[in-house]
C-alpha cells in the first residue's frame, strides 16, 4: 500500500457493490514484493485462508483457517479466525475464533472454497464475520461479540460454498438452508438467501425461490429506487435448487424478501459463475451455453442473446516476435482446431456497457473426449449495447508493454494497455 490514506472498502463488492471504486486517489499499477517496491509492510499469518479483506480507516479485517497441526493430511477442518490488523503498521490488533460445523469440514485451501471463504463486513463501528461451515457473528472493531447465531450448512457435496455476504442499511444477507425442523424445508437442504438484523441478528425474511450457494448474489439499485440482489440456481453435483435461472429480489423497503422477477434458463444451465448486472440490464452466464442472455433489468424479459465465439476479435502475444496481434471476425469453431468457450469458475464482473469474463485454456480428455477449451489464459468483454466480443491474451511473463517483455518480477495489469478496439467500434 503506498497511499497514505486508505479509502474505506467495506464488503467483499467494495463501496459501490459493484466491486468498483470512484476514489480519486491514483492506485499502485505495479510493485515487487522481491524488490519491495510500492510495498508498506508485509505480515505471515499462522494459517492459509481465502476471505477478501474489508478495510475501514486504521482496520482492515479478514479470516484464515484455524491454524492446525501441520502434519495433519489432508489438512481439514471447520473452524476459523478473524483477524482485525492495523493498516498502517501491520499489527494484529485483536483476533477471535468462529467455530463451524464438524460435519461441514473443508479442505484447508480447497481450490473452489473453504470455511474462511467469504470477507467480513465493516461499517466503521462493528464488523460482520461468517463462516462458510455454519456461524455469523457481529462484533465491535474493538472486537467485543455483540451476537452469533449458527445455522445447519448443505452437508454432503463438494465444499464449494461461494457466495459473498452483503450488507444494506440495517440488513446482512446469507445464503443457507431453512432451519432442519422449518415446516417449509425443502430436499436436501436447499438454499435460500436470509435477510437478518445486523445489529440484533434475527431473521427478517426468506426469499421463497432459492438459490444455488455455488453463485455468488450481486447487489445493485434498481431502476424504481432501493436496492435488489440478483441469486443464480443451477450447478454441478446435482445441486437441488431448480429450476436454473436467476431471480432478482427486493432487499430493502417494505417489499424486502419479495421476488421482482424470475427468469428461467430452461431446460437446463449452470450458475456457476457472478450473475452481474445494472439498472438496465441482468446477464445470464453459462458454461453450457455459447452465448451471453441480457435480461431487461425492470421485468426480466430476455433482451437479446449475444453469442461470444463467433464473431470475435482476438488479441493474443507472440513471444518470439513479443507483441500483440489482433485478429477480428474470428469463430472459434471454424478455427484449425476447433475451441470451445468455458466462461466459468471465475468471478466475472459487469461495468456498462461490458460484460467481463475470463476462461481458461485446456486440450486433452474431459470425460473420456478429446476437449480444446480456449482461447488460452484470456480476459474477455462483451459490449452489450453493440454486441462486439474482444478477447485478450494475458502472457507470462507479462509484458510491459506491447514490444517488451517485462524482466523484472514486477505485476502489472496488461488489460490497461489495451486500446486496439474492432473495425465495428472504430465506425
Given at each position: 500500500m503506498s497511499q497514505t490514506a486508505i479509502e474505506a472498502w467495506p464488503q467483499a463488492a467494495g463501496p459501490q457493490h459493484n466491486w468498483t471504486t470512484k476514489t480519486r486517489d491514483t492506485p499502485p499499477l505495479r510493485w515487487s514484493v522481491e524488490k519491495n517496491t510500492n510495498i508498506r509492510w508485509r505480515k505471515t499469518l499462522p494459517e492459509t485462508g481465502q476471505s477478501g479483506i474489508a478495510i475501514w480507516g486504521d482496520r482492515l479485517f479478514l479470516t484464515t483457517m484455524k491454524p492446525i497441526d501441520a502434519e495433519t493430511k489432508p489438512k481439514k477442518g471447520s473452524d476459523i479466525v478473524l483477524y482485525c490488523i492495523n493498516t498502517e503498521t501491520g499489527e494484529t490488533l485483536w483476533e477471535t475464533e468462529l467455530t463451524g460445523d464438524p460435519a461441514?469440514?473443508?479442505?484447508?485451501?480447497?481450490?473452489?472454497?473453504?470455511?474462511?471463504?467469504?470477507?467480513?463486513?465493516?461499517?466503521?463501528?462493528?464488523?460482520?464475520?461468517?463462516?462458510?461451515?455454519?456461524?455469523?457473528?457481529?462484533?465491535?472493531?474493538?472486537?467485543?461479540?455483540?451476537?452469533?447465531?449458527?445455522?445447519?450448512?448443505?452437508?454432503?457435496?463438494?465444499?464449494?460454498?461461494?457466495?459473498?455476504?452483503?450488507?444494506?442499511?440495517?440488513?446482512?444477507l446469507n445464503v443457507e438452508p431453512l432451519e432442519p425442523d422449518h415446516p417449509d424445508r425443502r430436499e436436501d437442504a436447499w438454499n435460500f438467501l436470509?435477510?437478518?438484523?445486523?445489529?440484533?441478528?434475527?431473521?427478517?425474511?426468506?426469499?421463497?425461490?432459492?438459490?444455488?450457494?455455488?453463485?455468488?448474489?450481486?447487489?445493485?439499485?434498481?431502476?424504481?429506487?432501493?436496492?435488489?440482489?440478483?441469486?443464480?440456481?443451477?450447478?454441478?453435483?446435482?445441486?437441488?435448487?431448480?429450476?436454473?435461472?436467476?431471480?432478482?429480489?427486493?432487499?430493502?423497503?417494505?417489499?424486502?424478501?419479495?421476488?421482482?422477477w424470475t427468469w428461467d434458463a430452461l431446460p437446463d444451465g449452470k450458475a456457476q459463475v457472478t450473475q452481474c448486472w445494472d439498472e438496465k440490464y441482468s446477464y445470464w452466464l453459462d458454461e453450457t451455453r455459447t452465448h451471453l442472455v441480457v435480461v431487461d433489468t425492470t421485468d426480466g424479459k430476455e433482451v437479446k442473446r449475444i453469442p461470444w465465439t463467433k464473431d470475435a476479435s482476438l488479441t493474443s502475444y507472440d513471444k518470439d516476435t513479443q507483441r500483440f496481434h489482433t485478429e477480428h471476425h474470428v469463430d472459434f469453431h471454424k478455427l484449425e482446431t476447433p475451441l470451445t468457450v468455458f466462461p466459468a469458475w471465475h468471478a466475472n464482473i459487469s461495468i456498462y456497457p461490458h460484460v467481463f469474463f475470463q476462461c481458461f485454456h485446456f486440450d486433452g480428455k474431459r470425460k473420456g473426449k478429446m476437449t480444446h477449451i480456449g482461447p488460452?489464459?484470456?480476459?474477455?468483454?462483451?459490449?452489450?449495447?453493440?454486441?462486439?466480443?474482444?478477447?485478450?491474451?494475458?502472457?507470462?511473463?507479462?509484458?510491459?508493454?506491447?514490444?517488451?517483455?517485462?524482466?523484472?518480477?514486477?505485476?502489472?495489469?496488461?488489460?490497461?494497455?489495451?486500446?486496439?478496439?474492432?473495425?465495428?467500434?472504430?465506425?
Open positions: 461441514a469440514q473443508s479442505i484447508y485451501a480447497y481450490g473452489f472454497s473453504n470455511s474462511s471463504s467469504p470477507t467480513p463486513i465493516t461499517d466503521g463501528k462493528h464488523v460482520w464475520c461468517w463462516n462458510a461451515s455454519g456461524q455469523m457473528g457481529c462484533w465491535t472493531v474493538d472486537g467485543k461479540r455483540i451476537w452469533s447465531r449458527r445455522w445447519t450448512p448443505t452437508l454432503g457435496r463438494p465444499f464449494n460454498k461461494q457466495y459473498e455476504p452483503i450488507k444494506t442499511g440495517n440488513t446482512i436470509r435477510g437478518f438484523d445486523s445489529l440484533t441478528g434475527s431473521l427478517l425474511w426468506t426469499e421463497k425461490r432459492g438459490l444455488t450457494h455455488y453463485n455468488t448474489p450481486v447487489m445493485a439499485r434498481l431502476p424504481s429506487g432501493g436496492h435488489g440482489v440478483l441469486a443464480g440456481r443451477g450447478a454441478h453435483h446435482e445441486t437441488p435448487e431448480a429450476p436454473a435461472g436467476m431471480t432478482l429480489t427486493h432487499i430493502d423497503g417494505p417489499r424486502a424478501g419479495e421476488s421482482i488460452k489464459h484470456c480476459i474477455a468483454r462483451i459490449n452489450v449495447e453493440t454486441d462486439v466480443v474482444e478477447y485478450l491474451e494475458l502472457p507470462f511473463p507479462i509484458p510491459r508493454v506491447a514490444n517488451e517483455i517485462n524482466k523484472n518480477s514486477e505485476l502489472y495489469y496488461p488489460c490497461l494497455l489495451y486500446t486496439s478496439p474492432s473495425p465495428r467500434d472504430r465506425g
